[in-house]
């Protein structure tokens, strides 16, 4: 700013100055946009031949009081902090449950098909299956290779009398789905540690209840409702071949969930 421009508009900068400090760049921004629009000001008075401290007085008192601006500078400022922090918190939870309910659909169907296909080999498919024979599921016998390369063989290719696992193919999978059951699990306990004892517990870095609740019922009826037709379209055309029973505990995981958040959408607590 030059020298014969100094008064009233450099005192309301000097103190627009102070009330921003902090603000970032944002309020390096609103400072420069206001200096330049009370310079303008000024000098489209002075050519109507207003003198310049008249000018620079009705400039700053048509523009607002330095404390009223730096206010709501101020306070976009924070709210924009806010939404960022609990962004994160919010992605942080999604993530975490997310990777517990895919692992969780994994692990679940490979101990249910591991107990199944123990109890069908060790009664002979209950009684119905008389030689020594794999069995594909049009009915064919078919060679223990042949079993063995499917990748998502069913109930079906069982042996008489042996104690291998083919049941949907889920032991080709399951180490994958344990690790996801522990991201999962680090992530939510990592989430709960953080809340009690940093500021991530603090109202500022916590998703608002309704908002919170409500995406995370969109996540489980989103997630659920691919799964639920294709198992429930498998069971009643009685094609039970693939991955149906990860398709039902997944759609049953997800129901948990949106039924968590729903109750949770009550006013208790924080979350």
Known sequence: MSASSRGAVEDYLDALFD???????????????????????????M????GRDTAEREAVARFGEARQLAATVQAAR??????????????????????LTYGLSGVLTWIIGFLYERLLAANNYFGTLHHPWYLDPSGAKVTIPYCSSQPNSTIGCLPIGHDTLTYLGQDLRIGMFVGATVVGLVLLTSLAIARRYTLIGLPAWTPPRLSLT???????????AAPLYIGTYSVITRDLQGDVLADLITTVLCVAIGVSAWRLRRPRGTW
Do not use: N
């Open 19 to 45: 009330r921003l400090a902090g603000s970032g760049g944002h309020g390096r921004r609103v400072l420069a946009e206001a200096e330049d629009h009370l310079l303008q000001t000024v000098d489209e008075a």
């Open 47 to 50: 050519a109507q031949g207003i």
């Open 78 to 99: 924070t709210r924009m902090v806010t939404v960022t922090r609990r962004l994160v918190t919010f992605a942080w939870l999604l993530a975490g449950v997310t990777a």
């Open 214 to 224: 409500t995406a995370l019922i969109t996540f489980s009826v989103l997630a659920a």
